[in-house]
């Protein structure tokens, strides 16, 4: 089992840049694909972004790609969300989640979320 705990969330105006973390602790996170979902205020928990194990592969939604990046040290336990050229849109709680698949993109395929942390982007 993994417990993973978010960190980096926070208010930043319009064409700002925030990073988002994920630590893990208990069982090692290179053990698992990691996926970054948000939740806008009313709306569903959608997929931005996810990586593989190794980190050699990534995937990202459409309306985050060329804006966000999402990485990985394994030596740290922790899974990076860079995400520059912020838009009101982006505002929302957003979550990692942990799982055995590979870039899943559903919220289901993930056994392991953390709390979240909330990301507010002023126009």
């Known amino acids: 089992q993994v417990q993973l705990v978010e960190s980096g969330g926070g208010l930043v105006q319009a064409g700002g840049s925030l990073r988002l973390s994920c630590a893990a602790s208990?069982?090692?996170?290179?053990?698992?694909?990691v996926g970054w979902f948000r939740q806008p205020p009313g709306k569903e928990r959608d997929f931005v972004a996810a990586?593989?194990?190794?980190?050699?592969?990534?995937r990202h939604a459409d309306s985050v790609k060329g804006r966000f990046t999402i990485s990985r040290d394994n030596a740290k336990n922790t899974v990076y969300l860079q995400m520059n050229g912020l838009k009101p849109d982006d505002t929302g709680v957003y979550y990692c989640?942990?799982?055995?698949?590979?870039?899943?993109?559903?919220?289901?395929?993930?056994?392991?979320w953390g709390q979240g942390t909330q990301v507010t982007v002023s126009s």
């Open positions: 989640a942990a799982s055995q698949l590979l870039l899943a993109v559903t919220s289901t395929s993930y056994d392991y």
């Open positions: 990586i593989t194990k190794s980190g050699r592969s990534t």
């Open positions: 208990g069982r090692t996170l290179s053990s698992y694909s």
